[in-house]
């Protein structure tokens, strides 16, 4: 039980611990992408205005004026290897182009554009206006000349960003490698406490019920005793000793019940070895037999349905006590003139037991509480006079015990069905 704990806190943990890296490596990963490309696109705005004094003198002479590098004014910044510089009049026809790279897409007439073209390759483009004086009339307002492009290769920052994505998911890795390894150590320094009042707890309710067992045999035979001799007993006193002996077996019952639920919490494992092959379908038989006087009583119909033979490895008596629970609890809530059918099946290698009734039936909310210990609802099932409050939770440890489990399903008014799946000797 405490091992499944410790995984489900270790599971949650590294999620928990997933999500903050992963919000933290998205974090990172987009400031560290957007300042690369602020960057480029500084770069690339300070290329293109370097270029803008020369805009009249590539007009003039187009390409043989660039061919004199010691001239241009951009030549210690410009990388033609990797960038464009490009020159456009008014009407938006190249003038002159410098550089490796080539660009398939047209220019767009506007004063100051950015933009990144993604085919034929990841590119990024910086577009400023030129604008020129009249050197005859310096009071008439510039007059568009045309406009310079710059460009730049994205490979660069594309290899940058995958370094940069490696590197924090290895870190990621890394850290939830170190996470786990920490988280083991944390969860089973979590989970100690916890289990040492657990085991203190079950401790106690063994040793407990196992002290109050002598002193209820003792005042179970007193009263035994007094009873057989009734001329010693005042009239009045009858009633008296027979709430005393009732009251005595009930806290009888109740404590046998605990101590066997506090021994199977233990880890019984080396009991495996008692076990023995069992007829499921002999069990059943049995305690049908054994319950039939308690149904006519009742007049209820038990139905029987054996679709397969099955048999499992286990203790007889416990088998016996988890189904007798199972269908006395049945006969019990089921009013008269009503049904409880039992079927026996197999899928695969479970073996599938299910008491079905027609009985007053347990509320939706009400059956994820059937199997707790003591449990009762006034609108659902009360717990029968005599009886423990315990008889589901034995009958769900007893299955648990035997590597199976039990589900229940129920509609108020119309009964309840429970079923059990062991898994079948091989």
Same mark, same amino acid.
């Given at each position: 039980?405490?091992?499944?704990?410790?995984?489900?806190?270790?599971?949650?943990?590294?999620?928990?611990?997933?999500?903050?890296?992963?919000?933290?490596?998205?974090?990172?990963?987009?400031?560290?992408?957007?300042?690369?490309? *602020?960057?480029?696109?500084?770069?690339?705005?300070?290329?293109?205005?370097?270029?803008?004094?020369?805009?009249?003198?590539?007009?003039?002479?187009?390409?043989?004026?660039?061919?004199?590098?010691?001239?241009?004014?951009?030549?210690?910044?410009?990388?033609?290897?990797?960038?464009?510089?490009?020159?456009? %009049?008014?009407?938006?026809?190249?003038?002159?182009?410098?550089?490796?790279?080539?660009?398939?897409?047209?220019?767009?007439?506007?004063?100051? =554009?950015?933009?990144?073209?993604?085919?034929?390759?990841?590119? *990024?483009?910086?577009?400023?206006?030129?604008? $020129?004086? %009249? &050197?005859?009339?310096?009071?008439?307002?510039?007059?568009?000349?045309?406009?310079?492009?710059? +460009?730049?290769?994205?490979?660069?920052?594309?290899?940058?960003?995958?370094?940069?994505?490696?590197?924090?998911?290895?870190?990621?890795?890394? &850290?939830?490698?170190?996470?786990?390894? &920490?988280?083991?150590?944390?969860?089973?320094?979590?989970?100690? #406490?916890?289990?040492? +009042?657990?085991?203190?707890?079950?401790?106690? =309710?063994?040793?407990?019920?196992?002290?109050?067992?002598? #002193?209820?045999?003792?005042?179970?035979? @007193?009263?035994?005793?007094?009873?057989?001799?009734?001329?010693?007993?005042?009239?009045?006193?009858?009633?008296?000793?027979?709430?005393?002996?009732?009251?005595?077996?009930?806290?009888?019952?109740?404590?046998?019940?605990?101590?066997?639920?506090?021994?199977? %919490?233990? %880890?019984? +494992?080396? *009991?495996?070895?008692?076990?023995?092959?069992?007829?499921?379908?002999?069990?059943?038989?049995?305690?049908?037999?054994?319950?039939? #006087?308690?149904?006519?009583?009742?007049?209820? =119909? $038990?139905?029987?349905?054996? $679709?397969?033979?099955?048999?499992?490895?286990?203790?007889?008596?416990?088998?016996?006590?988890?189904? @007798?629970? $199972?269908?006395?609890?049945?006969?019990?809530?089921?009013?008269?003139?009503?049904?409880?059918?039992?079927?026996?099946?197999?899928?695969?290698?479970?073996?599938?037991? +299910?008491?079905?009734? =027609?009985?007053?039936?347990?509320?939706?909310?009400?059956?994820?509480?059937?199997?707790?210990?003591?449990?009762?609802?006034?609108?659902?099932? @009360?717990?029968?006079?005599?009886?423990?409050?315990?008889?589901?939770?034995?009958?769900?440890?007893?299955?648990?015990?035997?590597?199976?489990?039990?589900?229940?399903?129920?509609?108020?008014?119309?009964? &309840?069905?429970?079923?059990? *799946?062991?898994?079948?000797? @091989?």
């Amino acid at each position: 039980m405490f091992q499944g704990l410790r995984w489900r806190l270790l599971w949650y943990q590294l999620t928990v611990m997933a999500a903050i890296l992963s919000v933290f490596g998205i974090g990172v990963y987009v400031f560290f992408s957007r300042n690369l490309y *602020r960057q480029l696109d500084q770069k690339l705005q300070t290329l293109a205005q370097a270029a803008t004094p020369s805009f009249a003198q590539v007009k003039a002479k187009g390409n043989r004026y660039l061919d004199r590098v010691n001239e241009v004014p951009w030549r210690d910044i410009f990388n033609r290897e990797q960038q464009s510089l490009e020159w456009f %009049d008014a009407e938006g026809k190249r003038l002159a182009r410098r550089g490796t790279l080539e660009l398939e897409f047209k220019l767009k007439l506007r004063s100051q =554009t950015l933009e990144q073209i993604r085919k034929p390759g990841q590119v *990024r483009a910086y577009t400023v206006s030129v604008f $020129l004086r %009249d &050197s005859s009339d310096p009071k008439q307002p510039p007059i568009l000349h045309g406009f310079i492009r710059a +460009s730049q290769s994205m490979e660069e920052i594309e290899r940058v960003q995958r370094q940069l994505l490696l590197g924090l998911g290895m870190g990621g890795v890394i &850290s939830l490698g170190l996470a786990s390894i &920490s988280g083991i150590w944390l969860t089973q320094k979590a989970v100690e #406490p916890v289990e040492r +009042s657990f085991n203190y707890l079950k401790q106690f =309710t063994a040793d407990a019920s196992h002290e109050l067992r002598g #002193p209820l045999t003792a005042i179970k035979a @007193s009263v035994q005793v007094m009873r057989n001799h009734p001329e010693r007993i005042h009239p009045k006193d009858t009633k008296k000793l027979a709430a005393i002996a009732n009251a005595t077996t009930q806290m009888s019952q109740l404590t046998q019940d605990l101590l066997f639920l506090a021994r199977t %919490d233990t %880890d019984v +494992s080396h *009991r495996t070895q008692e076990w023995i092959l069992i007829s499921l379908n002999k069990i059943l038989q049995d305690l049908l037999e054994l319950l039939e #006087p308690f149904a006519q009583n009742k007049e209820i =119909t $038990l139905n029987c349905q054996w $679709l397969a033979k099955v048999s499992v490895v286990g203790d007889k008596a416990q088998l016996n006590r988890l189904f @007798s629970n $199972l269908l006395e609890n049945a006969i019990q809530y089921t009013p008269s003139g009503g049904t409880v059918d039992i079927r026996i099946s197999q899928y695969n290698r479970f073996a599938i037991v +299910s008491v079905k009734d =027609t009985g007053i039936g347990i509320e939706q909310e009400y059956l994820s509480s059937v199997f707790n210990r003591f449990w009762r609802a006034d609108k659902a099932r @009360s717990r029968r006079e005599g009886g423990s409050g315990l008889g589901l939770a034995i009958a769900q440890a007893i299955a648990q015990h035997h590597g199976g489990k039990i589900t229940v399903s129920s509609k108020v008014g119309f009964g &309840s069905c429970f079923e059990v *799946r062991l898994p079948i000797a @091989s």
